[in-house]
């Protein structure tokens, strides 16, 4: 979900952030009462009042659930289209026997799927963000349009699914009931299937960032390949979606779910926030190299206007601290020690609340 609300600072005030130093102060989530700080930079006493970019639970209600969500999504939609006429990433298709995956740059930052069923010529959708790019996608490939594949209810992820319904008459749209999806046909259960061609996915409930959040696993074992999951906003390279609908007990538990899918399974996300989820999560593990390689990775990518999809479930495991709950390590680079008698996931979900705060605080350079 890409709304981001910020207050206006006072009439003359600079929009200048604080210094990176500042940043990655805040990052490893020093006191700021303590007097054995790093000192922060100076700044103007107009800075000093601006606050830190924030989701108000009316605004994000707003958002959510009213017209002006929608308004906000087509404003989106149009300065997009205008700043990346290709799309904001270079991407490439990833096939295994008869399957094909499409990744399609949307917005500014998001992922549509085209998954395509080549034997068939059938195609599933995921989260169509931008109908106009995905319909270019359907015709370039000569598809039939089966299935929308809709991981939750934000605009960002769902806008498009009234136009394709629409010029593809039999499409079917599914999706949790649990979330107000826009023309949903087909409300799924968990651990639920759907069929598109050959091609066979699971749905699986992920609340956390949205009460009826699904995320997608694409059996691709008939065709040689390995599981495939489309994440939507529950996991990115990095990183997971914010916390607007449920608790972090509950996002941990989704987590899991990812994590038990198997270090082989591909993650095709949502979004494409690699560059700055690596760079947070860089400030929380100082020493760990594999988090080290992927960002220098990411970073070459992303200078290349390259796309960062997808990476695969072992990776995540190795540098994503969302996944790591769990690690000695990034428990003391967040100074939290389990209490006495403290059930083990109920620590790992104050492990997680804690990273997901600092991560809403963190903006990248």
């Known amino acids: 979900m890409l709304l981001l609300i910020t207050r206006h600072p006072a009439a003359g005030a600079s929009r200048c952030e604080p210094g990176s130093a500042a940043r990655r102060h805040l990052a490893r989530g020093a006191d700021p009462s303590s007097p054995h700080r790093a000192s922060p930079p100076r ?11 924030l989701h108000p639970p009316v605004v994000y209600s707003l958002y959510a659930h009213t017209r002006l969500g929608y308004l906000f999504y087509k404003r989106q939609v149009k300065k997009a289209r205008e700043r990346y006429p290709h799309g904001h990433s270079v991407s490439r298709p990833v096939g295994f026997g008869a399957v094909k995956i499409l990744p399609i740059p949307v917005l500014s930052n998001n992922y549509s799927y085209l998954v395509i069923d080549t ?17 270019a996608a359907i015709e370039e ?23 394709l319904c629409q010029q593809h008459g039999s499409c079917k749209v599914y999706g949790s009931a649990l ?3 826009p ?10 299937r759907v069929s598109v061609g050959r091609l066979s996915f699971e749905a699986l409930a992920t609340p956390g960032h949205t009460a009826g959040h699904v995320a997608y696993v694409l059996d691709a074992a008939p065709f040689g390949g390995p599981p495939c999951l489309f994440s939507g906003d529950l996991l990115f390279l990095a990183g997971c979606g914010r916390l607007f609908e449920g ?3 509950t996002m941990l538990a989704s987590l899991d779910v990812a994590v038990g899918l ?16 690596l760079s947070f999560a860089s400030l929380l593990e100082l020493d760990n190299p594999a988090l080290e390689r ?19 479930i072992g990776e995540e495991k190795t540098y994503n601290p969302f996944l790591r709950t769990h690690r000695r390590e990034l428990q003391e680079a967040l100074g939290l020690t389990r209490r006495g008698g403290e059930p083990r996931d109920a620590f790992r979900a104050r492990v997680l609340k804690e990273v997901r705060r600092r991560k809403d605080l963190y903006k990248a350079t």
Do not use: F, M
């Open 141 to 163: 490939e000569g598809v039939l349009l089966e299935a929308i594949l809709c991981t939750h209810k934000h605009w960002d992820h769902s806008g498009g699914n009234a136009a």
């Open 119 to 135: 034997g068939s010529g059938r195609a599933a959708v995921v989260d169509p963000s931008d109908p106009l790019a995905v319909q």
């Open 43 to 53: 700044l103007a006493p107009a800075q000093r009042r601006r606050p830190a970019p």
């Open 262 to 277: 198997g270090e082989d399974t591909l993650l095709w996300p949502g979004h494409e926030y690699a560059l700055e989820c």
């Open 247 to 249: 608790s972090p007990e």
């Open 183 to 192: 023309e949903l046909t087909n409300p799924l259960t968990d651990k639920e």
């Open 179 to 181: 979330d107000a999806v």
């Open 294 to 312: 992927k960002l220098r990775w990411a970073t070459q990518q992303r200078q290349e206007k390259r796309s960062t999809c997808p990476s695969t």
